[in-house]
Each structure stands twice: as structure tokens, then as C-alpha cells.
């Protein structure tokens, strides 16, 4: 049986504050070099990561990703590829496998289109996909809202997934 989730995430965005705080802006396990301003998180608060977490968990009606890992000190500063990793854990658990990853990323800056094939390649070999099954789509929103003001970062998944057999 072939299942669907939507995952979102939305993190407000902050201007670093050039004391080396350490704080990044990281988009599908890659840090984002060219850019003066970090996701105010939790995690690494990488949305990315987050919306893909949320997807895999609601497509086998498994909660979503505040229920698996809370604001606690276990996952303060964490790497959200280590919660991807997690995530698959659990799908594998419940007997599904990740079939398909289609994700869009809004930021209005910078431009993220070259490092998508990395983002690709993280989360596919996190998800043992090819990585032909995973699709990010950068976009801007021209201006507009919070995220073409630059004030956030937002980003949509859906994920598919089926039974592996192995339940």
C-alpha cells in the first residue's frame, strides 16, 4: 500500500550578531555560506529537513515531528539530518520505506538553486533513495510577505512511501 504525507515549517529569521555565535543557516543538511542571518530554532532549525520529518510522519498517521523530538535538552543545537535518520528508523519500524521526496524552499535570500544537488544527495542517502527520487524547488516570493521581506525561511514536502514487507 502506497501512502502520502505533507510536511511545512516556518522559522523566523535572525541577523547574526558577528561574535562567531557559531549559528548558521543550514537548508537540507547544507550550510548556507553566503548569508549574514541564522533560523531562530531549536535544532539547527533546518525547515528543510523539518517539513520532509513532518511528511514521512504523516504519511503512516505517525504525529509529527514536535511529538518525536520536543524543545528538550536531548535535541537543543542538533542536526536535523540526525533526525531525518531517526525518522527513517521509524518508518522503518512501522514497515514503510520512502518511495518519493518533492520539497519547495522559500527564501527570498540568498539563492539557494546551487546547492540543491547536495541537499539531494544528503537526504537521499539518509533515506537509502536514489537520489532521482528526491526533487527540492527553490522559489522566492518576489517581495512579498514575510519570507520575500526576509524576515523567515518556509519550506513544503510531501513524501510517499509503501509497505517494505518487512514489518
Do not use: W
Amino acid at each position: 500500500m502506497m501512502r502520502v504525507g505533507i510536511g511545512y515549517d516556518v522559522h523566523r529569521l535572525v541577523k547574526s550578531s558577528g561574535n562567531g555565535d557559531g549559528k548558521k543557516l543550514v537548508i537540507g543538511g547544507v550550510e548556507i555560506r553566503e548569508c549574514d542571518f541564522y533560523p531562530l530554532a531549536h535544532s539547527d532549525g533546518d525547515v528543510l529537513i523539518h517539513a520532509i520529518i513532518d511528511a514521512i510522519f504523516g504519511a503512516i498517521s505517525f504525529g509529527n515531528i514536535g511529538l518525536h523530538f520536543p524543545e528538550i535538552d536531548e535535541y537543543e543545537g542538533v542536526s536535523s539530518l540526525e533526525l531525518l535518520k531517526r525518522t527513517k528508523e521509524k518508518l522503518d519500524s512501522k514497515g514503510f520505506r520512502v518511495v518519493n521526496v518533492d520539497t519547495v524552499v522559500i527564501l527570498e535570500k540568498p539563492r539557494i538553486a546551487q546547492y540543491v544537488d547536495n541537499m539531494r544527495m544528503k537526504i537521499s542517502e539518509v533515506l537509502d533513495i536514489p537520489i532521482e527520487a528526491v526533487n527540492i524547488k527553490p522559489k522566492r516570493n518576489e517581495g512579498l510577505g514575510f519570507e520575500g521581506k526576509g524576515e523567515g525561511i518556509v519550506a513544503l514536502a510531501v513524501v510517499t512511501v509503501e509497505e517494505n514487507g518487512k514489518k
